[in-house]
């Protein structure tokens, strides 16, 4: 069954071409076809990887981000590597929505009325859900009657209890919809059935903290296959510090702002979102390896910007193991959780006073899917690879296997 995985963003777009056959694979397969595209403005560039590992780059001249994406999706049959012979093979697309605002909470087939649901939730996630939607409509219109399924990236803390979930402002806020949503939930949820599967253990025998770090970072605590509470909340802002994202601050700053310099709610909204984290703090760049490189050569700036990071990202875990009452293993997702000796190394530390040990030479291979605590520790320490699009794509194999 070929299966297509599509991950939206405002200015780029992942996809992913499955092929699964009768039963799902233990283990996550790669998959056939691969694209990410990005864009500004006139311009696309698209990256294509194939099973058979060769890649492909391509410059075009587009009018919009539609016109991008068709271009992207029509070079799944036509041009230098097509993956199917015929639109038709494609038995089933996946997408991956930011925020479904706790009105789904499990995965479900797009019809009209999931499609005024995703388009409501965009007065709360603008840059995505409306990217989503267009998502869904240009595969309407390339593939016809195909069945797509919506897969919520809320979902997954849809059960956190009231405590975790409610900002204690006025009632009225939770009232109209003002909580904490939660984020990342797809591969927060991969990660736990990941961690039980290569720790060997039921998932609900486990209490696991699960530390996204990628461009945008988030925890989760998930007690026994269920997650109880998250850092990021009503948007994807809250909680960690981030690439170009602050995570959270004081709201007086915001109010002292507006008063004080009549900073404007956009532009407040540009600096949390783009001038802020690792950038913001460094000068250097989002990118966890240059401000390494600078903090290397001395400068002060990157070295600060790690140790806040660092700072919290323990202060993040200590409260998410508090949220559960203990855990039995850390896991480290994403860009900077599986490829940072340093940010895991440096995490670790303190918690060694709750029996945990990190085996360091371990640790400096950064392996994925695998546990790199010494024997003897108290805790299990994983690295597992981020799989948004395969949990995406397994969530679709299942709905279409059921029906
Ligand atoms: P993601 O959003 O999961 O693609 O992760 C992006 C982040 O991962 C960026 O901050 C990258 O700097 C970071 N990253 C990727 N490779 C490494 C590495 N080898 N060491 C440190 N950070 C890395």
Not at 13 to 38: F, M, R, T
Not at 196 to 221: F, I, T, Y
Not at 294 to 321: C, P, T, Y
Request: charged share 25%; aromatic share 6%.
């Amino acid at each position: 069954m070929k299966i297509l995985a599509l991950n939206s963003g405002s200015s780029s777009q992942k996809s992913c071409l499955y092929d699964i056959g009768d039963s799902l694979p233990e283990h996550p397969p790669n998959p056939v076809w691969e694209a990410k595209i990005e864009w500004n403005g006139s311009q696309a560039d698209i990256d294509i990887k194939t099973s058979a590992g060769k890649t492909f780059h391509d410059q075009v001249k587009v009018t919009s981000r539609r016109h991008a994406l068709e271009h992207l999706f029509r070079s799944l049959w036509e041009g230098d590597a097509p993956a199917v012979g015929k639109p038709s093979e494609i038995r089933v697309v996946g997408h991956r929505i930011v925020l479904g605002q706790h009105k789904f909470e499990e995965p479900i087939l797009v019809n009209p009325e999931v499609k005024r649901v995703i388009a409501d939730a965009s007065v709360f996630a603008p840059l995505h859900n409306r990217a989503e939607l267009e998502g869904i409509e240009i595969m309407q219109r390339l593939l016809g009657h195909v069945p797509q399924v919506a897969v919520f990236d809320t979902a997954f803390h849809h059960r956190m209890p009231l405590g975790a979930v409610v900002y204690p402002g006025p009632y009225e806020w939770f009232e109209r919809g003002i909580r904490r949503y939660g984020f990342h939930g797809i591969n927060h949820q991969y990660c736990a059935h990941r961690a039980a599967q290569l720790m060997r253990k039921p998932v609900d025998s486990l209490q696991l903290v699960s530390c996204h770090l990628g461009n945008g970072c988030s925890l989760a605590a998930v007690d026994r296959g269920r997650s109880v509470d998250t850092t990021m909340g009503f948007t994807p802002l809250e909680g960690l510090m981030m690439g170009t994202r602050s995570g959270s601050v004081d709201p007086s700053i915001l109010t002292y702002l507006m008063r004080s310099r009549k900073t404007d709610g956009q532009q407040l909204d540009q600096q949390l979102n783009h001038e802020s984290g690792l950038l913001g703090i460094s000068g250097v760049s989002s990118d966890m390896r240059e401000v390494m490189k600078a903090k290397e050569s001395g400068d002060q700036r990157a070295k600060l910007a790690f140790d806040i990071f660092v700072h919290r990202l323990r202060s993040g875990i200590g409260s998410m193991v508090a949220a559960l009452g203990g855990f039995d293993a850390l896991i480290f997702t994403a860009g900077i959780g599986e490829n940072s000796e340093a940010v895991r190394q440096a995490t670790c530390e303190n918690f060694s006073y709750l029996g945990l040990k990190l085996d360091p030479a371990k640790n400096k291979k950064s392996p994925i899917d695998q546990d790199i605590a010494e024997q003897d520790s108290r805790v299990r320490v994983l690295v597992i690879r981020a799989q948004e699009d395969w949990a995406i794509a397994r969530e679709c194999w299942k709905m279409v296997s059921r029906e």
